[in-house]
């Protein structure tokens, strides 16, 4: 397992959040075969796997999870056989689940103006309103956030250089909102923060301690705004992102266009946003197709 994790990190350059989630998945499975057989985790069977995802759907583990670990498990035995360890996939003939349809949480635009004119003009509300601009004007992942640097931001051109979980990265519009809160940010309260002017290697967005925020902190400024406007039940990261999405979409915005903007791969991402804005849609073909 620790040669395969290492692969993970050096070879396919995967993030430490992504990494840790295989070892989860390996070390899940590993227990099972313990209880099972005893049998290692290298030496498992077809039989092995089999039950294994029984016992998960047994378990009432959800589609996801179960599709998550089974590509998992999957990928460590290929990495198996290509070392010469093993000769076959036990993995290989298991058919993944059809996956639940993610729900699709949004705020409306009224409430995404509540929550950004609920900051105060205090050095946290500063630093608290441009990351909050940022993250529903560019649709970022949180994980993209936390890594964000100052240089990946270009203020005078309006744009911001996304680094994305395989090392790849993505070009995105910087708003008008999203700039101005930035600006403010930068120049009044980090000088405050770090007791100094942002250099270019600089993490962009810190905590009161000066130290860059991680995923749990911007959970937790999410939460406490939420609370203030009354949407804390549904205040994520994640909302967000969707809401970034979603509002597009009501706009008339198109679905590759949207695709380039957040960074996903499988468009069915990009359908399940347009379930939730079927009206919309409707009404923007209605609107503006010839023959409608």
């Known amino acids: 397992m620790k040669d395969f994790l290492e692969y993970l990190k050096n070879e396919k350059r995967k993030a430490d959040n992504t990494i840790l989630a295989y070892r989860r ?127 990946d931001i270009n203020l005078r051109m309006n744009f911001a250089t996304i680094k994305e979980y395989n090392a ?35 993490y962009l967005f810190l905590n009161q301690m000066g130290k860059p925020l991680t995923r749990q902190g911007i959970w937790k400024i999410l939460k406490d705004y939420g609370d203030v406007i009354g949407t804390a039940d549904k205040m994520t990261p994640q909302v967000l992102r969707d809401s970034f999405a979603v509002h597009i979409l009501q706009n008339g915005g198109d679905l590759k266009t949207l695709q380039e903007l957040m960074g996903f791969d499988d468009m069915s991402v990009g359908i399940a946003y347009l379930a939730v804005t079927d009206i919309h849609v409707k009404e923007v073909f209605t609107r503006t197709h010839p023959r409608a």
Request: aromatic residues 8%; hydrophobic residues 35%; glycine residues 6%.
């Open 168 to 202: 790849e990265s993505r070009i995105v519009p910087i708003g008008r909102y999203a700039h101005d809160a930035l600006v403010e940010y930068i120049d009044k309260a980090y000088p405050v923060i770090t007791g100094r002017a942002i250099k270019p290697g600089d």
């Open 25 to 151: 998945d390996l070390e899940s499975f590993e227990a099972f075969l313990e209880g099972r057989n005893g049998r290692a985790l290298a030496d498992c069977t077809e039989s092995d796997a089999m039950a294994y995802v029984m016992e998960l759907g047994n378990n009432n583990k959800s589609k996801a999870t179960i599709n998550r670990k089974i590509s998992a498990l999957r990928t460590y035995c290929d990495y198996n056989v290509r070392k010469g360890i093993r000769t076959d996939n036990p993995f290989n003939r298991i058919k993944a689940a059809k996956n639940d349809k993610r729900q699709i949480e949004y705020l409306t635009v009224d409430e995404v103006k509540k929550l950004l004119e609920s900051t105060d003009d205090s050095v946290k509300g500063l630093r608290d309103r441009a990351l909050m601009e940022f993250m529903y004007g560019t649709g970022a992942r949180v994980t993209e956030v936390v890594r964000l640097k100052y240089e």
